[in-house]
């Protein structure tokens, strides 16, 4: 009967040390992104033998490993201890995001074109998230805010790689990113402006323009030498300067007519403009003209005078009444003759 008693005795020691074997771990950082190292943290007190199942078809038997898990996503680890079943620990790890970069057509980015840049994010949890746009001096900000995921950029210079930044704030996480892009050349039309020194080009790109450059190739030279705002026709109508259908502008030193509105522009002491017929004559711009020209497109009329060139939409409307305002091009002084190279360069 005694020895029954130890008997008891020693299996329910041997019960009660069993259940006190505490199988855990933790691990760091505890909201890890994906391609970023895991450090797993051991808490058995006892052992000799780790078996460790990370969920993504990797193991190891270390006791204390490290781990990277490639892509994001939810992952079960595991953990067994001396290859049994009994002392073994399973816990969920949420690999939250990817390394946040910059994403945009990389192979189309063009010469003044506007271009999309976006921050690329995984975050399925909708953590709180903010960023602060970098962008080099060559570069216009063409919509959004420096602050947005998304920002439409142009290039005001081409070749060379230019760097984009952006600092992300990912749930308290800071992370700088940065990225250079190639941008491409291309033709377009040009402004060919003649002063008494030299003659002048500079490409349009839409709302956007370069910088003049000074010309003398013979494509330049023969579009200035065309330049005539002293007679025009329109229809079998010819008209001069002197026989002009407007009352008040009989001698004006030059106009042009755009023949798709049917309007002319009148350079007379100022920029005005009237219909075909002579009717509704308004003054766009009183400060004295010294060049008048249309462009090839029909959607903007350029025009000179004492501090530069300047431009203004044409107008489609009968009463010849605007409230756009005049956008400046250059600063050239002394502009005698403007023209537009409908041949893109």
């Known amino acids: 009967m005694r020895h029954n008693w130890i008997l008891l005795i020693l299996v329910f020691a041997l019960c009660n040390a069993c259940k006190q074997k505490t199988v855990d771990f933790s691990y760091s950082p505890t909201q890890p992104r994906a391609g970023q190292s895991v450090a797993f943290t051991n808490g058995c007190d006892f052992g000799e033998e780790w078996a460790w199942n990370f969920g993504d078809n990797t193991?190891?038997?270390?006791?204390?490993?490290?781990?990277t898990f490639r892509k994001p996503g939810t992952y079960t680890v595991t953990l067994m201890v001396d290859s049994t079943a009994r002392h073994s620990i399973s816990k969920t790890i949420e690999v939250v995001d990817t390394l946040p970069t910059i994403g945009c057509a990389?192979?189309?980015?063009?010469?003044?074109?506007?271009?999309?840049?976006?921050?690329?994010?995984?975050?399925?949890?909708?953590?709180?998230?903010?960023?602060?746009?970098?962008?080099?001096?060559?570069?216009?900000?063409?919509?959004?805010?420096?602050?947005?995921?998304?920002?439409?950029?142009?290039?005001?210079t081409f070749g060379d790689s230019l760097p984009m930044q952006v600092t992300v704030d990912f749930n308290g996480t800071q992370y700088v990113v940065k990225k250079k892009f190639y941008v491409h050349e291309r033709p377009s039309q040009r402004i060919l402006t003649r002063t008494l020194a030299q003659d002048y080009g500079q490409r349009l790109f839409g709302k956007r323009f370069e910088l003049v450059r000074e010309v003398n190739d013979s494509s330049a030279l023969a579009c200035l030498a065309k330049v005539q705002d002293t007679v025009a026709?329109?229809?079998?109508?010819?008209?001069?300067?002197?026989?002009?259908?407007?009352?008040?502008?009989?001698?004006?030193?030059?106009f042009m007519i755009d023949q798709s509105a049917r309007k002319i522009y009148l350079r007379d002491n100022g920029l005005y403009v009237a219909n075909i017929n002579g009717s509704n004559p308004v003054c766009l711009d009183s400060r004295p003209t010294t060049a008048l020209v249309l462009d090839h497109t029909g959607s903007r009329v350029y025009y000179a005078n004492a501090e530069g060139v300047w431009r203004l939409p044409l107008l489609q409307t009968p009463d010849n009444r605007t409230e756009a305002q005049a956008e400046q091009v250059n600063s050239l002084i002394g502009v005698q003759r403007l023209a537009v190279d409908a041949t893109k360069r």
């Open 59 to 67: 193991f190891s038997t270390l006791k204390t490993p490290s781990h």
């Open 106 to 156: 990389e192979d189309s980015i063009l010469y003044f074109m506007p271009e999309l840049f976006t921050v690329s994010l995984w975050n399925p949890f909708k953590y709180k998230v903010s960023y602060q746009w970098q962008i080099p001096e060559e570069a216009l900000l063409e919509s959004g805010k420096l602050t947005d995921a998304t920002i439409e950029v142009a290039f005001t």
């Open 233 to 254: 026709k329109y229809g079998s109508q010819v008209f001069t300067r002197t026989n002009l259908p407007i009352s008040g502008h009989e001698s004006v030193e030059g």
